[in-house]
């Protein structure tokens, strides 16, 4: 005889921290479950605290106190209602674990988390205990009794956890995760379901989590899948969403008999939704009323003026151009143009003066040396100076610009440019950064807050980059094509490729092994600059921690 039961999957947004916040967020979920009959509710990894929670779970009295509501979770559970599956860092006979919890009818049941992931920007053995290998939980739901399977994220993309919770009966795998968002990531989070899906003859529920949190995002699009390894239901990513699953248990067997499959996005609209989510939650999480940046005319001012304005509304964006005597009309014109288009407020505050008062206070000082970087510097500083004048006085946040082709080869002002709170572009290369000005200006990106249509004038996009710091200056003139150094750069940090496989791609040795050098030198700068998203697979940071004073040079053993 075939029994019907509901599976509410809570796809939502957590804060680090915010223990009561989220435990709120829980009760919301279940009230909208209990209109509908749902026998359980699951969330993420770790929910109850936010993922990653790092070093707060070595504070005693924040486990406590993550304890202390969990138990009034499992109290309220005593109504009957829905059962709740969340996660929670748990403390049993004195070791800390990644857990996950089951509260039902006033009572929890707690299963651990096998495989602790210490790799990329994961560091969770340096926190938690491995927990053993564990059976399943029996939850009573409206259809009887149902034996559940709970592998805890990092634990579905090896065979054993599965596979031994196969073996002591459970008739589905129920999965919360904290799985960031890099490009390519939900096709690996796939594959590694269908392998358990397939090899256990057991459906799977995936809840992922969503949101930014420093310069991690979670893109959610959390699924259900079949035993066969098909999806039956794919949540949108990008943004917060509750859906009740209908199912079936016949003979012992879960059958999911919804079907609602969102489009995920892929590519620079995947990309521009990362940027944005993550900008916004730093921003609101962090409690700051509104950002500014300074907005030069150029191609990454114009594409973080157009993240920040998707991310908060154009009416929480406050843009300033900063001209110096090397400003061109044009970037002036381009500039106003933008502001325009996107709708935010732009103020012009020259430093033509202040350089010149600085360059004087300096002159008995430098004497009769020519002009150099130093000169360019100055101009720069002043402009973040500038900046963050503002941003105390008003509250506001400042955004911060480079792209990560510039980053990476420390063509940026330490205490100028890199001035700011966040930046929304830090792990995106430049000539991606073109294309996503062209994506953006022929699409509206779901959940974006900015205007329509056209917001980043054609002349932006088009015309050669250029800091402007000195009379006719362009990128160019000290660094290779941007469609080059971006190959040459992502050899060297995505890839990890030697000074010979780099060149074999067609690039000239000696401009190499310069790039490899400015990488490498460039470390200090990296370390403090401000957050940014995590795009790829190797950000700078969290993914790829290299040491500030290296005397390696894989270039020099061909020089």
């Known amino acids: 005889m075939e029994e019907k039961i509901t599976i509410s999957l809570a796809q939502l947004n957590p804060k680090v921290g915010d223990v009561s916040g989220n435990a709120g967020l829980l009760r919301a979920a279940r009230a909208e479950a209990i209109k509908v009959g749902s026998d359980f509710v699951v969330s993420s990894e770790l929910f109850l605290c936010g993922y990653p929670p790092e070093d707060l779970v070595m504070k005693q009295a924040f486990v406590r106190h993550i304890m202390d509501v969990a138990e009034q979770l499992v109290a309220e559970t005593a109504d009957g209602g829905p059962a709740y599956i969340f996660g929670l860092p748990f403390v049993e006979d004195g070791a800390l674990y990644n857990s996950v919890m089951v509260a039902e009818g006033g009572r929890s049941h707690i299963r651990h988390k096998v495989h602790l992931p210490n790799y990329s920007v994961f560091d969770e053995k340096r926190l938690f205990l491995t927990g053993l290998f564990p059976d399943p939980v029996t939850v009573s739901t409206s259809a009887g009794d149902l034996k559940i399977g709970l592998p805890i994220c990092e634990d579905i993309w090896f065979e054993d956890v599965c ?20 490009t390519g990531k939900q096709e690996r989070r796939l594959a590694h379901a269908i392998e358990r899906c397939r090899a256990t003859d057991l459906p799977l529920v995936y809840v992922n989590q969503l949101g930014g949190q420093d310069e991690l995002v979670f893109d959610g699009a959390s699924f259900v899948m079949s035993s066969a390894g098909e999806v039956q239901i794919q949540l949108p990513a990008w943004q917060e969403n509750i859906v009740h699953t209908t199912w079936s248990l016949t003979q012992g067997t879960a059958t999911c008999l919804s ?52 991310a908060l509304g154009p009416e929480q964006v406050h843009c300033i151009m900063l001209p110096s005597k090397f400003t061109s009309q044009e970037s002036l014109d381009d500039a106003k143009e933008c502001a325009d288009l996107l709708g935010v407020k732009l103020d012009e505050v020259s430093i033509e003066d202040s350089v010149g008062v600085l360059e004087g206070s300096l002159s008995s000082l430098f004497g009769d040396l020519p002009n150099d970087i130093t000169e360019e510097n100055i101009q720069s500083r002043l402009r973040g100076t500038l900046l963050m004048a ?22 940026a002002t330490l205490y100028g440019d890199m001035n700011g709170g966040f930046n929304p572009i830090k792990d995106i290369y430049k000539t991606e950064i073109f294309a996503l000005a062209a994506w953006r200006n022929s699409h509206f990106p779901v959940g974006a807050l900015g205007q329509k249509g056209k917001v980043i004038p054609v002349s932006i996009i088009e015309k050669p980059p250029t800091a402007e710091l000195r009379d006719n200056q362009k990128d160019e003139d000290s660094l290779p094509p941007y469609d080059a150094l971006d190959d040459i750069l992502s050899g060297l940090v995505e890839e990890e490729l030697g000074f010979d496989e780099i060149v074999s791609r067609g690039h000239d040795p000696d401009t190499v092994k310069r790039i490899e050098h400015l990488l490498y030198i460039s470390e200090y700068k990296r370390r403090q600059a401000a957050p940014g998203v995590k795009i790829g697979h190797r950000n700078f940071g969290r993914d790829r921690r290299y040491p500030i004073t290296n005397g390696f040079r894989n270039a020099r053993l061909k020089g």
């Open 163 to 182: 596979s031994h919770l196969k073996s002591c009966g459970a008739q589905i795998l129920v999965s919360p995760n904290g799985s960031p968002y890099e």
């Open 259 to 310: 079907d609602d499959k969102a489009l995920l996005e892929k590519g620079l609209a995947a990309t521009y939704q990362a940027a944005m989510l993550g900008l916004r939650d730093y921003v609101r999480k962090n409690g700051f009323p509104s950002v500014l940046l300074g907005l030069s005319g150029g191609i990454d001012s114009a594409i973080c003026a157009a993240l920040a304005a998707d």
């Open 390 to 411: 503002l941003s105390n006085k008003f509250g506001s946040m400042v955004v911060t610009t480079g792209n990560k082709s510039e980053v990476s080869v420390g063509y």
